[in-house]
C-alpha cells in the first residue's frame, strides 16, 4: 500500500518568511495529492491540491510542487502571517484506491510575529 | 454556504455506554466517510459510505457501526466505547469516489470516555 512521509514535524518561521513541507510517496500509481490545513478545534482544509499530470500549482501565497520521477512533492508559503499558523498534511491517492487517501503524518507550523 | 456539519461538537460517554455521532451535509456529495483522529496525529479513516454502499476498513474495530439513512445524513455508533476510543471523529464528503474528487471535512466531535 502506499506510504507518505512528511518533513519537518514542526516548523517555526518568522512572519514574512517563508515556509516549506516536503513529503514522499511510495506508490507511483498515486496521481493526486492534496494538502489539508487544520486550525487548532477544526476539521482539516483543503488548501491547495494537484494532480500528476502537472509540475507545479499557484494559489496566492500558497504553491505545490510535485517531482514524479522522485516521487516527492512540497508546499511553499511565501510571506508567511500568523494565521498561517496550523498543522498542515500532505497525502496522496489514486484512481484505484477509490479516493482513499493516505496521510503524511503532519507539520505543525508556527508563525512568529 | 454548503457544508459539512458534526453534532454534538463535544461529547463525553462512560466506559462502555453507547454513543453516536451524528453527521449531515449540504453539498448533495455521493460519498461519505467517517475519520479518527488522536491527539498529534493523521486522521485515520474508519469506514466510508458511496452512496448506500458501505466499505469498511479492514482494522476497523466491530465496536464502530455507521448508518446512513439518507444522502444528507451519517451516523457512527460506537457500541462499547473504552478509554482508548477518546479522540476526535470527523466526518468528509466528496462528490465522487475515485479520481481523487476533495474531501470537505466537518469540524468534528471530540469524544471523551470516562
Given at each position: 500500500g502506499e506510504n507518505?512521509e512528511?518533513h519537518?514535524?514542526t516548523l517555526?518561521?518568522?512572519?514574512?518568511?517563508s515556509a516549506v513541507?516536503k513529503c514522499?510517496y511510495?506508490?507511483s500509481?498515486?496521481?493526486?495529492f492534496?494538502?489539508?490545513?487544520q486550525?487548532?478545534?477544526?476539521?482539516p482544509?483543503?488548501i491547495?491540491?494537484?494532480?500528476?499530470?502537472?509540475g507545479?500549482?499557484?494559489d496566492q501565497r500558497?504553491?505545490v510542487?510535485?517531482n514524479k520521477?522522485?516521487?516527492h512533492?512540497?508546499?511553499h508559503?511565501t510571506?508567511?502571517?500568523p494565521?498561517?499558523?496550523a498543522?498542515y498534511?500532505?497525502?496522496?491517492?489514486?484512481?484505484?484506491a477509490?479516493?482513499?487517501l493516505?496521510?503524511?503524518?503532519?507539520?505543525?507550523v508556527?508563525?512568529?510575529? | 454556504d454548503?457544508?459539512v456539519?458534526q453534532?454534538?461538537r463535544?461529547q463525553?460517554?462512560?466506559f462502555?455506554k453507547?454513543?453516536?455521532?451524528?453527521?449531515s451535509?449540504?453539498?448533495?456529495?455521493?460519498?461519505?466517510?467517517w475519520?479518527q483522529q488522536?491527539?498529534?496525529q493523521?486522521?485515520k479513516l474508519l469506514?466510508?459510505?458511496?452512496?448506500?454502499d458501505?466499505?469498511?476498513e479492514?482494522d476497523?474495530?466491530?465496536?464502530?457501526q455507521?448508518?446512513?439513512?439518507n444522502t444528507s445524513?451519517c451516523f457512527?455508533?460506537?457500541?462499547s466505547?473504552?478509554l482508548?476510543?477518546a479522540?476526535m471523529y470527523l466526518?468528509?464528503?466528496?462528490?465522487?469516489?475515485?479520481?481523487?474528487?476533495p474531501l470537505?471535512?466537518?469540524?468534528?466531535t471530540?469524544?471523551?470516555?470516562?
Open positions: 507518505v512528511q519537518p514535524s517555526s518561521v518568522q512572519e514574512g518568511d513541507i514522499t511510495s506508490d500509481a498515486s496521481n493526486y492534496p494538502w489539508y490545513k486550525e487548532l478545534g477544526k476539521g482544509q483543503l491547495i491540491d494537484i494532480r500528476s499530470n502537472v507545479e500549482k499557484k500558497i504553491a510542487t510535485l520521477t522522485a516521487k512533492f512540497s508546499l508559503i510571506e508567511t502571517q494565521e498561517d499558523s498543522v498534511f500532505c497525502a496522496a491517492t489514486h484512481q484505484a477509490g479516493n482513499k493516505t496521510f503524511g503524518g503532519g507539520t505543525r508556527l508563525v512568529k510575529p | 454548503a457544508m456539519i453534532n454534538p463535544y463525553v460517554t462512560q462502555g453507547p454513543v453516536t455521532l451524528s453527521c451535509q449540504t453539498l448533495n456529495h455521493n460519498v461519505m466517510y475519520y488522536k491527539s498529534s493523521a486522521p469506514f466510508h459510505y458511496y452512496d448506500k458501505f466499505n469498511n479492514a476497523t474495530p466491530d465496536n464502530f455507521s448508518r446512513r439513512p445524513f457512527l455508533d460506537i457500541r466505547p473504552g482508548g476510543d479522540a466526518c468528509a464528503t466528496s462528490r465522487l469516489q475515485g479520481g481523487g474528487s470537505h471535512f466537518g469540524n468534528g471530540r469524544l471523551t470516555v470516562t
